[in-house]
């Protein structure tokens, strides 16, 4: 949900700042703006669509002096218009801005300013902040700090959220930034410095950085900077490293990030359980929870938090923990339960999944179950992530960067997190040793599974072309395969634009199956032995409605000759392991029926990832 990239230093700012933004794109692709101080004067360059279109726009001429700023923008408050591109001017041409966030309260501070005199000519919230540290600026007699000074004023006025980066022609060295539930980091370089709400966009150039904390300002030079609050108290601030490579983010030999990500699914699985078991190889540790064991067993009921595919992710883990812990979980969308003030029992545990770690209403559920004063614990996969920071204790994934907008290995890596908390939490109770041991061994053959499921890309890929002209789908699977319907179908929708739907498949016969005709294909999931059976019952209900069967079995499953139009086998697992398995399928075929189509499967029409507005 638009990016932010700064550059101070001796290199050519236009490209520094071009290469970071087309590293950011994934955050939005409305239009994409840089300013910087040229000849004494900002100068801004601005286009809509993406980023190539302003790299196209960008001749000899645009030749700044060491400094400047670059956005990329989904639209929130105002159409997809060169004039709400991003960054802004001020009415006086002192300022220029980039923002990531909502400013709350901007019309009455655009009437305010309004009546100053000033004149405004987009309809951003972001324009109207600009203007307002112009006002202060104006308004400021001390020399000392003028442009950081006037950067805290105005921000005291603000109500909402926000990640901003500001160029002021009068500190022509000078860069400040703030934050406020909106990412921000500065990476240190030799001699250059860099800003950006993502630390893709720098990882090419810097691994030391530095995250700013909600509340925090930084004045930033070319060799130096220092943070501050907003009642300008110094905070000394801790430096940390990247641990991303720059293979991290590119796309490499693949033509596209989601399918790189479908197969680096072996590795990420690898590490989100590298370390973590135990020495006898029975049970699941995570240092990062902070709890002792004698704590996690006294904990009555567990709620989960999260968005989107990290949702359906901890619709799993309500199946698994509650299967193999027999704790009760419950699991809610966080853009519900922030403002739902649902009642909790007193030794809940609260969980927020979250893969870029920054999604606003996640983060606010965290902040609402810790003013309840719950124990509140994250899985995320950004390291330093705003979510991550702001747990009591957590999980990382390390599936490595996710660029691709629709989710795949962090959504594996969610699930087999999930997995090994259920299997921690089982054998602080009732499981026994053994059924420990094996579950351990499961785990440690998925990404080897995993693989093998990958060998089937094209098989897979044939399969999705026969599908890709339906406009009506339905994914379908009982128990924790309904989840992963709901996946599937998530996945479809949003790089494919097909309706598509996921049931639990006995459902379907209280309403749905009225959808069902020769045109609208079901994608079955019945990977279960235990259910198998009864699955198959309902694949012959839709059969004798004349829909195309697709079905995802374990290997072994005996199914009727002609039950199915389409059948993708994978090999046996672990019950608690099978959504995994079943995923990769999914994944693959929303991936080729996208492709199929023509669509833009990285940047899907209307999304980006990481959703920090509400
Ligand atoms: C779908 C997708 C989204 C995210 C959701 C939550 O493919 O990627 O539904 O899962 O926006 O994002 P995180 O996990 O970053 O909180």
Redesign the pocket.
């Known amino acids: 949900m638009c990016s932010i990239i700064g550059y101070i230093g001796n290199r050519d700012v236009a490209q520094i700042l071009l290469d970071g933004l087309s590293r950011l794109e994934y955050r939005g692709y409305d239009s994409a703006g840089i300013a910087g101080i040229q000849c004494e004067e900002i100068s801004v360059v601005k286009r809509l669509g993406r980023v190539k279109n302003l790299s196209d726009a960008i001749d000899e001429s645009v030749k700044f002096d060491g400094i400047g700023i670059g956005h990329t923008r989904w639209a929130t408050h105002g159409s997809v218009s060169l004039e709400n591109a991003h960054p802004h001017l001020s009415f006086h041409g002192i300022f220029s801005l980039v923002h990531n966030g909502v400013i709350e309260n901007y019309e009455s501070i655009k009437h305010f300013l309004v009546e100053k005199g000033y004149e405004f000519y987009s309809e951003t919230d972001t324009e109207v902040l600009v203007n307002l540290i112009e006002y202060h600026f104006k308004k400021e007699t001390s020399l000392e700090n003028k442009f950081l000074v006037s950067v805290q004023k105005a921000l005291l006025h603000v109500r909402g959220t926000y990640g901003i980066a500001v160029l002021c022609k009068h500190s022509p060295g000078e860069m400040v930034v703030a934050r406020k539930s909106s990412p921000l980091l500065i990476g240190i370089g030799d001699n250059e410095m860099f800003i950006a709400s993502d630390a893709c966009a720098i990882v090419a150039h810097t691994h030391n950085v530095v995250y700013l904390n909600d509340g925090e300002l930084a004045s930033i030079t070319q060799s130096d900077f220092s943070v501050v609050t907003m009642k300008n108290e110094k905070i000394d601030a801790v430096k940390c490293e990247l641990d991303w490579r720059i293979e991290d983010v590119s796309r490499g030999e693949h033509e596209h990030f989601m399918l790189k990500e479908i197969c680096e699914q072996p590795v990420a699985l690898q590490n989100a359980m590298r370390g973590r078991f135990s020495d006898d190889l029975s049970t699941a540790k995570f240092g990062g929870l902070r709890l002792s064991p004698r704590e996690l067993r006294q904990v009555d009921r567990i709620l989960f938090c999260?968005?989107?595919?990290?949702?359906h992710a901890c619709l799993i883990a309500e199946y698994l923990i509650e299967k193999y812990a027999r704790i009760p979980v419950e699991v809610a969308y966080s853009s519900e339960f922030r403002y739902s003030n649902a009642p909790l029992e007193k030794n809940t545990l609260v969980f927020v999944?979250?893969?870029?770690?920054?999604?606003l209403d996640?983060f606010a559920a965290l902040q609402e179950a810790k003013r309840k004063g719950y124990r509140t614990l994250a899985i995320t996969?950004v390291v330093g992530s705003t979510?991550a920071r702001e747990s009591e204790g957590g999980i990382y994934q390390h599936s490595g960067p996710e660029i691709g907008?629709?989710?795949?290995k962090?959504?594996t890596a969610q699930v087999c997190v999930a997995a090994m908390l259920a299997l921690l939490l089982g054998r602080l109770r009732d499981m026994s040793f053994d059924d420990g041991v094996a579950f351990v061994q499961a785990l440690l053959q998925l990404p080897e599974k995993v693989s093998k499921i990958l060998e089937k890309k094209d098989e897979i890929r044939l399969i999705a072309e026969k599908y890709a002209h339906h406009e009506d789908m339905l994914f379908l699977g009982r128990q924790s395969m309904f989840p992963v319907a709901l996946e599937g179908a998530?996945?479809l929708k949003?790089i494919s634009y097909i309706h598509a739907e996921g049931y639990p498949a006995a459902e379907i016969k209280h309403g749905p199956i009225a959808l069902i005709s020769g045109k609208c294909p079901c994608f079955f999931l019945a990977t279960q032995r235990n259910t198998l059976q009864k699955t198959l019952s309902n694949i012959l209900e839709v059969k004798a409605r004349n829909a195309m069967v697709i079905a995802v079995v374990a290997e072994g499953s005996k199914i009727p000759p002609g039950c199915t139009d389409d059948l993708i086998v994978v090999p046996e697992t672990h019950d608690a392991l099978e959504p995994i398995l079943a995923t990769i399928p999914l994944q693959l075929f929303a991936y080729y029926i996208a492709k199929a189509r023509g669509c833009d499967i990285d940047k899907p029409r209307n999304?980006a990832?990481?959703?920090t507005v509400e």
């Open positions: 999260a968005c989107g595919t990290a949702w999944i979250s893969q870029s770690g920054e999604t996640s996969n979510i907008v629709a989710s795949t962090a959504f998530l996945k949003e999304l990832k990481s959703v």
